[in-house]
């Protein structure tokens, strides 16, 4: 079998006026996506997810017209070598760093999606996994910057809705940060895990005020305090409080950043998204590599239903997954266009879907409904 053409199609969603979340990044003004389509010569496809970073137009270009024609002609199934191939031409020897990384991870999502549909294996068996139920959280674009009263009252719906466990955005100031996390503990009781995202917008100083008091509200990690390379304040924070673990990866990009976070010890929660780090298969060498060392992998996962779907494959295949970052976005309709692909029982709990390959049917004709918008996907606004 051999690849005939690598498809990259962006897609995106703006958001209505007023209906915007804040967070630690800026405030977003609309979704975007890029859906990638593998063809072979045998018939099969397969359907991967890019992370668009905030160029969506950007990396779809690098996928169409620079990796297509590297990669035409080989074997599919051959994920170590077409990723070899990618690491080799693009991403170690011309740079483009997080681009290339984005890119090939959507095309080496989809060569996993035909592995499946061959083998006619869901891709949790295919990867030596089992259908276990496993623990979901809260995430996606939610619980951002808003009053206490507010925020208590949307953790209640998601509690309401079957989850045992929440993420909430800091990242506003430490005073108002502080606040709205002792409102949830104070609001959910203690049988609540909270979880809390910094997206990147700390200095080491807000760390040193915030921690302390995430500690008292026993909260389960701090993410991504700082942005992805600032390895000295990852190392300062650890060192605050043993009780507030210090978690990152959707930043981080391959398994030579992942080696560097181990090599630091300050980092010891991990990650990964697998439209952004590498695919499946470098998700696979991350999880392996990190089961190691005793960290647990809590994947990031965002935008359609191809890599919800993917990642809940990903955790029922490897030793030491963690909670699955269900997207409860008020407004994502990217992540409902190929149907239902995740669903909390009362358990809190997700399980893999069970047809071969991802498992999602893809009618393309809905990629009408959501035309490509280039340009970045939030704005600072505070
Ligand atoms: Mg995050």
Redesign the pocket.
């Known amino acids: 079998m051999k690849i005939t053409r690598i498809t990259a199609i962006p897609l995106s969603y703006r958001l209505p006026e007023g209906k915007t979340v804040k967070m630690g990044i800026g405030a977003t003004t609309k979704r975007d996506t890029i859906i990638v389509r593998v063809d072979t010569d045998e018939g099969a496809t397969g359907y991967g997810e890019a992370h668009p970073g905030r160029s969506p137009g950007a990396v779809a270009s690098l996928i169409g017209k620079t990796l297509d024609p590297l990669l035409a002609g080989m074997d599919p199934c051959n994920v170590v070598g077409v990723w070899g191939r990618v690491n080799r031409m693009q991403l170690s020897s011309h740079g483009l760093g997080a681009g290339a990384a984005l890119a090939i991870s959507g095309i080496d999502m989809a060569l996993w999606d035909i592995r499946g549909k061959v083998a006619n294996m869901p891709l949790y068996r295919l990867l030596g996994g089992s259908r276990k139920r496993m623990p979901a959280y809260a ?1 996606g674009i939610s619980l951002g910057f808003q009053p206490p009263e507010s925020l208590v009252e949307e953790a209640r719906e998601y509690v309401a809705a079957g989850y045992r466990a929440v ?1 909430l955005r800091l990242g506003d100031n430490a005073r108002d940060d502080i606040l709205r996390v002792q409102a949830v503990r104070e609001g959910l009781g203690p049988d609540v895990e909270i979880l809390t ?1 910094a ?1 990147t917008n700390y200095r080491i100083s807000d760390a040193r005020r915030v921690i302390p008091a995430l500690a008292e509200a026993r909260v389960g990690w701090l ?2 305090p700082f942005s992805s390379l600032d390895f000295g304040s990852y190392r300062a924070a650890a060192a605050i409080s043993p009780l507030v673990p210090i978690a990152a990866g ?1 930043n981080h990009y391959t398994r030579w950043d992942f080696a560097r976070l181990l090599e630091d010890k300050a980092v010891t929660i991990f ?1 990964p998204d697998l439209s952004k780090t590498g695919g499946i298969t470098e998700g696979l060498r991350i999880a392996a590599m990190a089961s190691a060392f005793g960290i647990p992998v809590h994947p ?1 996962s965002s935008a359609t239903g191809i890599n919800h779907a993917a990642t809940i494959h990903f955790l029922a295949s490897i030793d030491n997954g963690g909670y699955y970052e269900a997207c409860v976005s008020k407004l994502n309709p990217l992540r409902d266009m190929f149907g239902r692909t995740f669903q909390v029982g009362t358990d809190g709990c997700v399980e893999p879907l069970d047809r071969p390959g991802i498992g999602l049917d893809i009618d393309e004709k809905i990629f009408a409904e959501f035309p490509a918008i280039d340009g970045p996907g939030y704005v600072v606004t505070f």
């Open positions: 995430g993420k995202d997206n993410e991504e959707e990650q990031h």
